[in-house]
């Protein structure tokens, strides 16, 4: 048996030998060199394909291969910097009057004084901006004098210090746990075990649940090339985590109601997922995910589920027990790993405060950042933050004490009630139509029949600040307790506006419809991109 094995080989020897030989030396070893190169472009053209679409794709390399042509490349820079120039125009003559080094001889006291002019240069936002400013009122009175006294008291103080500063460790401490129990920490499924930290605002808790989720993942599964899955309508905090923590983002179309597409999600789950993410509701349109049915797949494929309640997380408790019809969404529901809910917004505690939630502490500890090595001594940090405002914290804590179930009860009830009062009052408006169906306190209404985005140029000149959106093109009104009292201003000013876009279309001098709409049609995301980030360039 060994002598024809040999003699096999032999014989396969002689014979390669002869075949090759007609071939160049150099050609048998740059050719499979060149075949293997050949083979791995192929494999990046057709994973681009699948990540992006062939359409896509095949736009965005006719647009890199003409951009090498100088003259096409000058013009595309060209035309593009005039659209930055015109986002940019109204704050660019203001900056060459910035101060760029000290001054020689300090102000003393009398910085205060310079700091209330120039305050007096900020846009009228009092019941004018969509979300942005949660409390009502102004800022010399009630809940804002409350929570400036809180933050001044602890201005000084870091929780970085656990020895020192133990007030401010101890209001996180309850800050956590109130809001936990807001959102399902005392119900029986969830558990018994959340636990969380409070982070300086929701892009910071969706960074931390997504970096926890991805090293829990890699030891309990062993996932070095992690993937996570997101409906279109979550919030851009995940493409940032995505890029900072090198994570794979599939963003999938939600469906005809605008909530998560749970069977599209379905089919984008491998043995490289370690995360799917639902909104409780998704910032755009208002709307709540069907976080049962996530959960429920989660569970089955054995992967982390983050529900973004950072809109939510102090309203939606409140208006279930109003008697809103609220589905499960909160640690109550099987699949549920993680939870982010700002405090600063329906919270209404100082802007930079929010909380991050996790089902146990198995997934928490994967938050943390422990040094042993380092000369300064042993270092262990649980947020992205080092130091951190203990003001701030102080400050959330004094906003839902001094509110209490009953304030925040209340607080839901009002703004309930004027966010339905715009639904209504848009419905009515036959030019618009509401998108979707809101669960909660953001009411999105775009047109078929006239630029929306015009009439948003209208609304901005009439002092209102509202939200751009795109797919489908709308824009959004969030509501806050700062609407309560001109509601009706505002319909009032959104028929006008609709009524002036329909009697004169066309852009006015000054809007920026034209550059909302172009960058909606334009097929060319990565040019869109390279926009924004000029943009962000030159305006910080």
């Known amino acids: 048996m ?5 003699s096999f080989l032999v014989e396969f020897r002689a014979s390669a030998n002869g075949f090759l030989s007609k071939y160049e030396p150099l050609a048998l070893v740059f050719g499979p060199l060149f075949v293997t190169l050949l083979a791995r472009l192929l494999q990046s053209f057709l994973d681009l394909v699948y990540e992006r679409g062939l359409k896509a794709t095949f736009l965005s390399f006719f647009m890199a291969t003409i951009k090498l042509i100088p003259v096409v490349k000058r013009r595309i820079d060209s035309e593009k910097q005039k659209v930055v120039d015109k ?3 109204s704050g660019q003559s203001k900056r060459e009057s910035w101060r760029t080094e000290l001054p020689r001889a300090g102000l003393g006291s009398e910085v205060i004084v310079k700091m209330k002019n120039e305050k007096q240069n900020d846009v009228v936002w009092q019941g004018k901006c969509s979300g942005t400013v949660y409390i009502g009122g102004t800022e010399s009175e009630g809940h804002f004098s409350l929570i400036n006294e809180a933050c001044s008291m602890f201005a000084h103080t870091n929780p970085l210090h656990l020895d020192v500063f133990q007030s401010v460790v101890r209001f996180e401490a309850e800050v956590v746990a109130m809001t936990a129990a807001l959102l399902g920490s005392k119900v029986e499924a969830s558990g018994g075990q959340i636990c969380g930290n409070m982070t300086s605002g929701g892009t910071e808790s969706i960074l931390l649940a997504v970096k926890s989720s991805r090293d829990y993942m890699k030891s309990k599964k062993g996932i070095t090339k992690p993937e996570m899955i997101i409906p279109e ?25 605008f909530k998560a597409d749970v069977k599209a999600i379905r089919k984008f789950i491998n043995r490289n997922t370690i995360l799917i993410v639902g909104s409780a509701p998704g910032f755009p349109h208002g709307i709540i995910d069907p976080i049962v049915e996530l959960g429920k797949l989660a569970s089955s494929s ?7 309640f950072c809109l939510g997380g102090f309203v939606l408790p409140f208006a279930c027990k109003l008697g809103y019809p609220i589905p499960p969404c909160d640690f109550s529901v099987k699949g549920v790993t993680s939870i982010s809910a700002d405090v600063h917004k329906y919270g209404l505690a100082p802007k930079g405060t929010s909380v991050v939630l996790y089902r146990n502490h198995e997934i928490r500890k994967h938050q943390f950042v422990a040094v042993s090595e380092w000369s300064g001594g042993l270092y262990v940090s649980p947020t992205i933050a080092g130091s951190r405002p203990g003001g701030l914290i102080a400050g959330a804590w004094a906003a839902m004490m001094s509110l209490g179930e009953e304030g925040y009860l209340q607080n839901t009830k009002e703004i309930m009630e004027v966010s339905k009062k715009i639904h209504k009052g848009v419905n009515e408006i036959p030019e618009l139509f509401v998108v979707g169906k809101p669960d909660m306190t953001i009411v999105a ?12 140029d209208i609304m901005s000149s009439k002092g209102w600040h509202l939200n751009a959106l795109q797919r489908p093109s709308s824009i959004h009104i969030c509501v806050t307790l700062q609407h309560v009292s001109i509601v009706d201003d505002f319909l009032q000013d959104l028929q006008e506006s609709v009524n002036t876009v329909k009697q004169n279309p066309g852009p006015i001098t000054g809007g920026l419809a034209p550059i909302y709409g172009a960058a ?13 980030i000029s943009y962000m360039d030159g305006t910080c």
Request: a negative charge.
């Open 2 to 6: 060994d002598s024809a094995v040999k």
């Open 87 to 89: 986002l940019q125009s």
């Open 233 to 257: 309508s979550a919030h851009s905090a995940y493409d940032k985590a995505a890029q900072y923590f090198n994570i794979k983002l599939w963003r999938v179309p939600v469906d005809t109601e």
């Open 302 to 308: 054995g992967i982390c589920l983050h529900v973004d």
């Open 445 to 456: 209404f775009g047109s078929t029949v006239i630029d929306i985005f015009e009439v948003n």
């Open 520 to 532: 909606e049609r334009m097929p060319d995301r990565d040019m869109v991109q390279d926009l924004l």
